[in-house]
């Protein structure tokens, strides 16, 4: 809900045209989430977030367009 708010409340911000995030590619739930409620993956960081073990993910750049 509070992401669906906030959504609501920057559409009513004449200036604000779109918003950004980041998720990391191995979280299913935060992609299914966000891309449900529109966000489009614009671009990929290989090596993006590194582990504690050392190993890396990939981030995710999402995108929601407010204003077309």
Do not use: M, W
Not at 11 to 38: C, D, M, P, W
């Amino acid at each position: 809900k509070l992401v669906k708010y906030l959504i609501e409340k920057a559409k009513s911000v004449s200036y604000i045209e779109q918003i950004h995030l980041r998720v990391n590619s191995e979280n299913k739930g935060a992609i299914t989430f966000y891309e449900k409620l529109g966000f489009k993956k614009i671009a990929t960081l290989p090596k993006g977030v590194k582990n504690p073990d050392g190993t890396y993910q990939d981030e995710f750049i999402y995108c929601l367009r407010l204003k077309q």
